[in-house]
């Protein structure tokens, strides 16, 4: 995809959402740390790798760059292969985040705690499922209400950080929040269906075995099981 001028960029860029953006510092418009500093301060857009390129290649304008976010910064004229390496390795590098975001949340989801732009909007969307999980009516829709953006974004921005769209995200929290409650042994396998927003226990039920691949009641009775042992290993 290709733009004529830095405005249009950012017009293509928030739109598409892409893997990575390439500019050049002097365009019309809009310059390209310009653009740069719109994206990197943009919940929407924020993740996108930036790759400026320039003639300017005096210390000054490499940290100019640098302050808006640019991911990497290449000075003209520039090797095409150099370049292509820069793209790669920056493509894999949001590709390893990616993997860490989705192993935060196979944690438990109390023990969920997230710091840099990106991480900060997955805390926002899960402290609201969280304050909302009793409800049996939580909405992708209400959440991208929530959180400012549209729906189409939200889920354009879930994929692209965890590879869940926004009904698979809600429904990994709510089942390691189920898992979480069960671990404890203070509420019935019913009560904790209730809790994480299911109208009946065998839906519940059913919903956490497909996801953790063995029933509430069998899950309760192995994290008692391994609380038990802890326990004995401790006294000895």
Partial sequence: EEAVNGALGLSKAKKILPDLVIT??????????????????????????????????????????????????????????????????????????????????????????????????????????????????????????????????????LKALTNQSPIEFIKVIRMKQAAYLLSTGKLSVSEVGYKVGYNTPSYFSSSFNAHFGMSPTAYMEQRGNSNGNEEKEVKK
């Fill in 24 to 157: 050049d510092v002097m365009m019309p418009e809009m310059t390209g740390t310009e653009l740069c500093k719109r994206l990197k301060t943009d919940a929407e857009t924020c993740h996108i790798p930036v790759i400026i390129l320039t003639a300017q290649s005096d210390l000054e304008h490499r940290i100019e760059g640098l302050e808006t976010g640019a991911d990497s910064y290449i000075p003209k004229p520039f090797n095409v292969k150099h370049l292509n390496v820069r793209i790669e390795k920056l493509i894999a590098l949001r590709q390893t985040l990616k993997e860490r975001f989705s192993k935060s949340l196979n944690m438990e989801a109390q023990e969920v705690t997230l710091t840099s732009t990106d991480e900060r909007l997955l805390q926002h969307a899960i402290d609201y499922i969280r304050e909302n999980m009793e409800d049996p009516e939580l909405s992708v829709e209400n959440m991208s209400k929530a959180l400012g953006m549209s729906r189409t974004h939200l889920h354009r921005k």
